[in-house]
């Protein structure tokens, strides 16, 4: 039998495992205060079990460890890590800082099978789901390298699963990662400090309200079906109407809203007809509009609208009460962009785009 990391086993999990050995529920929560707050490496070093009890948790259990490959650092200040996992595979986690936020984007897969045209990750293709051990232990450790002192999460405020990979579809191990983000013994991050992008699996929003109900953020770039499923291949699965069916029963507020991403592509999604139909497609819905104007590269065949365009695009959102942004970009120098966006890589604009929650 092999056994399990610990870093990616829920409270549930770990109760029911102790059990099989006889061992209190209360011990489960002994295991998981050294985890993530004493950063215990080793079992072994679990001083406050029994050495009974460690041995026993040995015989099904580990703690295993992401290895960092390399840092960047931005002259912004905006950190990315790559880091390698135990098969080879490498992936991307990276730091913004801004205002007095401190906000990390992850990884939920070694690329990704959405296809997205304007998507640097997914035209590379999808390798494999990431554990949520692998996930969870992106937190960890980037809280360990920048704050090596500290508990739990360090100083990490804010997490997006907007990295390489779309979240919906590693649905099972996601869940987990939320799970024990959100743990009063562990990370204790709030759900209003956790995000989720995704490109539209409309069942899968659904079942996110209900199970977890962390912040939402859904990447939507164009208001017609025809251009929708040109740019995202997920729309012939999932329509907009399934799409924006899916949003509507997701238990956002106006104090945290859905944020819709919209790529502006010259041409393609930037007329003041796609505003309006914009307007009339999420204007009734607790949402903020994130537009990302595009950037040119040589790999993909889109244009960067002109700046009025884009000027105009914002006015008429905001002149019909949509809650709109457009943001000073990060980490441009080190191509510190996530999967989410990582058409907008190229020149510059960057996951710290997406608007956050606001602090308490
Ligand atoms: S934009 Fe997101 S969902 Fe689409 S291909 Fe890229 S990583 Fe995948």
């Given at each position: 039998m092999s056994k399990l990391n610990l870093k990616g086993m829920t409270r549930a999990q770990l109760v029911d495992k102790l059990a099989g050995i006889g061992?209190?529920?209360y011990r489960a929560d002994q295991v998981i205060r050294w985890l993530y707050?004493?950063?215990?490496?080793?079992?072994?070093?679990?001083?406050?079990?029994s050495r009974a009890c460690r041995e026993h948790l040995k015989t099904f259990a580990f703690i295993g460890q992401l290895e960092l490959v390399k840092e960047e650092l931005s002259q912004d200040g905006t950190r990315k890590f790559l880091f390698r996992l135990e098969d080879g595979h490498t992936i991307e986690t990276v730091l913004i800082a801004d205002k007095n936020r401190l906000t990390l984007c992850i990884s939920?897969?070694?690329?990704?099978?959405?296809?997205?045209?304007?998507?640097l990750t997914g035209r590379s293709g999808f390798e494999r789901q990431l554990s949520a051990a692998e996930i969870v232990d992106q937190v960890i450790q980037v809280a360990e390298i920048i704050d090596p002192e500290s508990l739990a999460r360090g100083t990490i405020s804010n997490i997006v699963m907007?990295?390489?990979?779309?979240p919906l579809d590693n649905f099972a191990e996601v869940i987990k990662a939320l799970e024990i983000f959100m743990y009063d013994d562990g990370m204790q991050f709030s759900r209003r400090r956790l995000t989720l992008s995704t490109c539209g699996l409309a069942p899968r929003i659904v079942e996110l309200g209900e199970l977890v109900n962390v912040s939402l953020a859904v990447s939507l770039n164009a208001v017609d079906d025809t251009r929708r499923s040109q740019l995202m291949p997920i729309n012939r699965r999932y329509n907009l109407a399934q799409l924006l069916a899916a949003c509507r029963r997701y238990p956002a507020t106006n104090q945290r809203r859905i944020t819709f991403e919209y790529i502006l592509f010259a041409g393609l999604n930037d007329s003041l007809e796609d505003a309006a139909r914009l307007v009339e497609l999420v204007g009734d819905l607790p949402v903020k509009v994130n537009l990302i104007p595009f950037n040119e590269h040589p790999e993909l065949p889109f244009k960067r609208p002109d700046h009025q365009q884009i000027v105009d695009f914002v006015n008429f959102l905001q002149d019909h009460k949509v809650s709109v942004m457009t943001r000073r970009s990060k980490g441009a120098d080190i191509s510190a962009a996530c999967g989410q966006l990582r058409a907008a890589e190229t020149a510059g604009e960057t996951i710290s785009e997406i608007e956050l929650e606001p602090e308490t």
């Open positions: 061992k209190e529920r707050l004493q950063r215990v490496r080793e079992i072994d070093r679990m001083s406050n079990l939920t897969q070694v690329g990704c099978r959405m296809g997205c045209r304007f998507c907007m990295g390489m990979g779309e």
